[in-house]
């Protein structure tokens, strides 16, 4: 039934590609930011950066290591999936589309009422991290 026909060594050479290339993304982003923007902003994008790539790495380490024995989120990052992966991943994304529009909509309501700028995007952020974690 599965449809995934990367062999190890095709996934491992992806998994390597994709952590240089973030690598190389992250690294310009941040010393652009740190030449141009004030405060702690490169150092912010160093962080988030090397959070996500260390996240995609242990991922891509498990589903390499012990394929049945992963979730299905990791089988999905780690481009391991097979297709009822790719469809749980396709429905998850579908919710947190859905989700976002009565959520933007009630951040701009909430700013054009004079509401503080971080709350408002720090309750978008945890709500669509919580949709995203439950479905």
Wanted: one cysteine or more; charged letters at 15%; glycine letters at 10%.
């Amino acid at each position: 039934m599965s449809t995934n026909n990367l062999t190890p060594a095709r996934r491992r050479t992806g998994a390597l590609l994709g952590i240089s290339c973030g690598l190389v993304v992250m690294v310009t982003i941040w010393l652009l930011f740190r030449a141009r923007l004030p405060g702690n902003m490169a150092t912010g994008i160093l962080v988030g950066g090397l959070t996500v790539l260390v996240i995609f790495a242990f991922a891509s380490w498990r589903s390499a290591r012990n394929p049945s024995g992963v979730s299905s989120f990791e089988r999905s990052v780690a481009a391991a999936g097979d297709e009822r992966d790719k469809r749980v991943q396709e429905k998850t994304f579908a919710l947190m589309g859905v989700f976002s529009v009565p959520v933007m909509s009630a951040a701009g309501i909430a700013l054009a009422l004079d509401a503080s700028v971080d709350v408002v995007v720090g309750i978008m952020m945890w709500s669509q991290i919580l949709v995203g974690v439950v479905s």
